[in-house]
T-cell receptor, first 116, second 118 residues
Framework: GAGVSQSPRYKVTKRGQDVALRCDPI?????LYWYRQALGQGPEFLTY????????KSGLPNDRFSAERPEGSISTLTIQRTEQRDSAMYRCASSLERGRAEDTQYFGPGTRLTVL | AQSVTQLDSQVPVFEEAPVELRCNYS??????LFWYVQYPNQGLQLLLKYLSGSTLVESINGFEAEFNKSQTSFHLRKPSVHISDTAEYFCAVSDPWGRSYNTDKLIFGTGTRLQVFP
């Protein structure tokens, strides 16, 4: 497939559990972004990778959230000790070049996380 | 900080009628502007974008948007909608000259759900 893929598509977990969300960007794309979208809201930026380097994590809400992209391709967003307020759609996007505003960001289908 | 306002959360319209989805952004400095569309059960897709030059930009499926710097607006229009245009539309802005990190993150509005009826 040529697009951005994310897994799982749906995740239901109990409060206090850890979850890992995966993003597989378009092959060759340098930049990778994570966004979070609450119900009725637009996506909000979480973090950005340039290859394997996490260059901006200003949008991560607290230290329970972390992300990595160890080989500059697949990325994992991890949420520890989940809380109900973490319930949202988590979206991943990739773009070809390094952090260029004019480059199109290609979004994956998202992972819908529900914390009970 | 940049912000984007989409005043209309839902826009119902009949097929073949014209439609306008409104978008305003907060800053008058130079920005890049985008419209993304999300069809049911799909991811966000870029519809069109304004970077520079002509203030009127068009998509391949008949949508157009006009950048108005004085009104800080980037409204999306289509003269005649189809059932297949039913989707959620998000306006977004990127501020390449205001970034404090080496990031060109998108700042999104809250979205407008376009519902086209037969």
């Amino acid at each position: 497939g040529a697009g951005v893929s994310q897994s799982p598509r749906y995740k239901v977990t109990k409060r206090g559990q850890d979850v890992a969300l995966r993003c597989d960007p378009i092959s060759g794309h340098v930049s990778l972004y994570w966004y979070r979208q609450a119900l009725g809201q637009g996506p909000e930026f979480l973090t950005y990778f340039n290859y394997e380097a996490q260059q901006d994590k200003s949008g991560l809400p607290n230290d329970r959230f972390s992300a990595e992209r160890p080989e500059g391709s697949i990325s994992t967003l991890t949420i520890q000790r989940t809380e109900q307020r973490d319930s949202a759609m988590y979206r991943c996007a990739s773009s070809l070049e390094r952090g260029r505003a004019e480059d199109t960001q290609y979004f994956g289908p998202g992972t819908r996380l529900t914390v009970l | 900080a940049q912000s984007v306002t989409q005043l209309d959360s839902q826009v119902p319209v009949f097929e073949e009628a014209p439609v306008e989805l409104r978008c305003n952004y907060s800053s008058s400095v130079s920005v890049y502007l985008f419209w993304y569309v999300q069809y049911p059960n799909q991811g966000l897709q870029l519809l069109l974008k304004y970077l520079s030059g002509s203030t009127l930009v068009e998509s391949i499926n008949g949508f157009e948007a006009e950048f108005n710097k004085s009104q800080t607006s980037f409204h999306l229009r289509k003269p005649s909608v189809h059932i297949s245009d039913t989707a959620e539309y998000f306006c977004a802005v990127s501020d390449p000259w205001g970034r404090s990190y080496n990031t060109d993150k998108l700042i999104f509005g809250t979205g407008t759900r376009l519902q086209v009826f037969p």
